[in-house]
């Protein structure tokens, strides 16, 4: 690993447990074992290394689920695959996955929260990447364009709404919970596997 990806890998590993603001340079520098003049050469401002670490994270995340979709296979199963991989992650099961603390683009977006923000938009659009998963999963097994885009938006919603039940009050199972939900909710949409 090369001294920019250890100093964003670091930095998000501190940023997720301990928050941003609450982490100061010093800290990620000590930690990464890196000079100043290091972090300097790579990042402009502690700003630009903040969207690095949203990139490195999106990109982690959403291989991961990629990933876990895949292995769970076509169809609506691939649906079931996001929540199973939740519940994963919820209960520390799942390798790929650090301890959980929530979902780092909420924490990072409440810490910037004027939607102008690079930050801000950056988390905004991992948000938006991951509910297209859900939408390009219904068009494969091919549900109408409405089905689609109501499918897709109450999907990312059942998938938010865990993660923040699983965080903030410690309700673990809310990934298995979401995905019953989502189940249920696809079949009165009228949505089934091909």
């Not at 964003?8 to 100043?36: D, M, P, R, S, T």
């Not at 990139?55 to 979709?69: G, P």
């Not at 390798?95 to 977006?109: D, E, L």
């Not at 929260?113 to 219904?138: G, M, T, Y």
Request: charged share 20%; glycine share 8%.
């Amino acid at each position: 690993m090369d001294k920019r990806q250890q100093l964003v890998a670091c930095a998000f590993e501190l940023f997720y447990c301990h928050g941003i603001h609450a982490v100061g340079i010093n800290q990620v520098l000590q930690e990464a074992g890196v000079a100043k003049k290091t972090l300097y050469h790579h990042f402009s401002s502690k700003d630009a290394l903040i969207e690095a670490v949203v990139a490195y994270r999106h990109q982690e995340f959403k291989n991961w689920l990629i990933s876990r979709i895949q292995a769970s296979g076509e169809g609506l199963l691939a649906v079931q695959g996001v929540f199973a991989a939740l519940d994963d992650w919820f209960h520390e099961r799942d390798p790929m996955m650090r301890p959980f603390h929530g979902c780092f683009f909420i924490h990072a977006s409440g810490e910037y929260a004027n939607p102008e923000h690079p930050v801000h938009q950056r988390c905004a659009d991992h948000k938006q990447s991951i509910k297209q998963l859900f939408a390009d999963i219904l068009d494969q097994v091919g549900a109408t364009p409405e089905q689609v885009r109501q499918g897709a938006d109450t999907l990312a919603l059942l998938k938010e709404g865990a993660i923040v039940q699983a965080h903030v009050c410690g309700e673990l199972d809310a990934g298995r919970q979401a995905g019953q939900l989502a189940m249920t909710y696809l079949k009165q949409l009228g949505v089934q596997s091909e």
